[in-house]
């Protein structure tokens, strides 16, 4: 039995076919049948990390000016319907909304050819929920037809060393500032399933 989904992304794929003046059947190539079918994204790569001034004391309700507090992650984004993996990362020193909010938004960078067609690929990240939102629009150029999918994971982070806390209380902050990193996943391979799919010509 059919998905709705994939109910859908056939009607847009007749639609598409129509319109060029020739069968639909004919249309139907593999990257076409594999979006139609796509359930999922595989997060490649994932890597995430936060920097803390050590003189704060494990205190990160402040900005720190010279970048100490400072947090990245990055990915790279697979999508079993199209021959590329978009490569995604983002670095915050936001630390009020413990780096990412999971508002802002951030672009992923895709091969030239394939944004020459319009395909994209954003993300979101809330690192207080661990969740990663993902949103992903492409074309199967040679079958005119196109999908876009959101969908998300909570992932489960597993950090290491924090910040000292306060019952050790830091050096006085004469001293230059430095990074104590807590590496919170790394080189991490993690499915995202995709909670809505839809097609367009």
């Known amino acids: 039995m059919h998905s709705?989904?994939?109910?859908?992304a056939a009607l847009v794929l007749c639609a598409a076919g129509l319109a060029a003046g020739r069968p639909?059947?004919?249309?139907?190539?593999?990257?076409?049948?594999?979006?139609?079918?796509?359930?999922?994204?595989?997060?490649?790569?994932?890597g995430l990390s936060a920097s803390y001034d050590s003189n704060s004391g494990g205190d990160t309700s402040?900005?720190?000016?010279?970048?100490?507090?400072a947090a990245s992650i990055s990915f790279q984004l697979a999508n079993a319907a199209v021959a590329y993996r978009a490569n995604c990362s983002a670095q915050s020193t936001d630390v009020a909304s413990d780096f990412f909010d999971g508002k802002q938004e951030y672009s992923c960078s895709v091969p030239a050819d394939a944004k020459g067609l319009g395909d994209k690929a954003t993300f979101t990240f809330s690192r207080r929920t661990g969740r990663l939102s993902i949103k992903q629009m492409w074309r199967c150029a040679k079958d005119l037809s196109g999908f876009?999918?959101?969908?998300?994971?909570?992932?489960?982070?597993?950090?290491?060393?924090?910040?000292?806390?306060?019952?050790?209380?830091?050096p006085v902050r004469t001293q230059a500032p430095t990074a104590v990193k807590a590496p919170c996943h790394r080189n991490s391979t993690v499915s995202v399933p995709m909670e809505s799919l839809g097609g367009f010509a």
């Open 62 to 69: 402040e900005s720190s000016d010279d970048g100490a507090n």
């Open 148 to 170: 876009k999918a959101e969908g998300g994971v909570a992932l489960n982070l597993t950090c290491g060393d924090a910040p000292a806390s306060r019952a050790n209380p830091p």
């Open 4 to 8: 709705p989904i994939a109910a859908a």
């Open 24 to 46: 639909a059947a004919q249309a139907i190539g593999p990257c076409t049948t594999l979006s139609q079918s796509a359930t999922k994204w595989d997060v490649v790569d994932l």
